[in-house]
């Protein structure tokens, strides 16, 4: 692994079902983030942590639950899969809180 | 409310220059960010301001005015290869990032 990789990158899901996206970094970067993107739209925040076993609320958290056990692992839970969650997600990473994020590929889910 | 307002689309020719204009309104300001997306991919960090004045690197510059709340991106000897949305992000008073939704540069042979 190199950087911050994400999983799956592409996923349908039915309405209502619960979906987990992954992300792992082996940066050691303290603080990651959960970002998803909408066309027209800026970039998001869902949640984020500053550090491993904390933490906190974005801009547009509902829906969306996240843990942060290890430094490495940061996954973003949908318990209950919406049409409205169609979009594309990104993990990102950075050393503390410095501005500058690492961005892993993307994970386009798509809610029928 | 916060708002980061940047132009939705520009065109420009290969070997020209361009400026990517973004102006901002956020609860406290901490830097702000220019990155780089190329279409189906990642963003990637291309700049960072928190002082006034031009910052250069390379064929890209930036800008920043915190008394006008503006910055903006130079681009230089455009390639076909900057082809792509460009995000400003301003960091407010909670370090979170603010994003604009992007300026997608199209260049012309």
């Known amino acids: 692994i190199a950087g911050i990789t994400q999983a799956p990158t592409s996923q349908i899901l039915a309405a209502g079902r619960r979906m987990t996206l992954r992300c792992t970094q082996d940066?050691?970067?303290?603080?990651m983030y959960w970002y998803r993107q909408d066309l027209g739209l800026g970039l998001r925040l869902i949640h984020y942590?500053?550090?491993?076993?904390?933490?906190g609320k974005g801009e547009v958290p509902d829906g969306y639950s996240v843990s942060r056990a290890n430094t490495d692992d940061f996954p973003l839970t949908l318990a209950s899969a919406v049409p409205s969650q169609t979009s594309v997600y990104f993990c990102?990473?950075?050393?503390?809180?410095?501005?500058?994020?690492?961005f892993g590929e993307g994970s386009r889910l798509t809610v029928l | 409310g916060q708002n980061i307002d940047q132009p939705t689309e520009m065109t420009a020719t290969e070997g020209a220059i361009v400026q990517i204009n973004c102006t901002y309104q956020?609860?406290?300001?901490?830097?702000l960010f220019w990155y780089q997306q190329h279409a189906g991919e990642a963003p990637t960090f291309l700049s960072y301001?928190?002082l006034d004045g031009l910052e250069e690197k390379g064929r890209f510059s930036s800008f920043l005015s915190r008394s006008k709340g503006y910055s903006y991106l130079l681009l230089k000897e455009l390639q076909m290869k900057d082809s792509a949305s460009y995000l400003c992000?301003?960091?407010?008073?909670?370090?979170?990032?603010?994003w604009g939704a992007g300026t997608k540069l199209i260049i012309k042979p």
């Open positions: 990102a990473s950075s050393i503390e809180n410095t501005g500058e994020l690492f």
């Open positions: 940066m050691r970067h303290n603080a």
């Open positions: 942590s500053n550090t491993a076993g904390t933490t």
């Open positions: 956020t609860s406290g300001f901490n830097g």
């Open positions: 301001n928190v």
């Open positions: 992000a301003v960091r407010d008073s909670n370090y979170q990032l603010i």
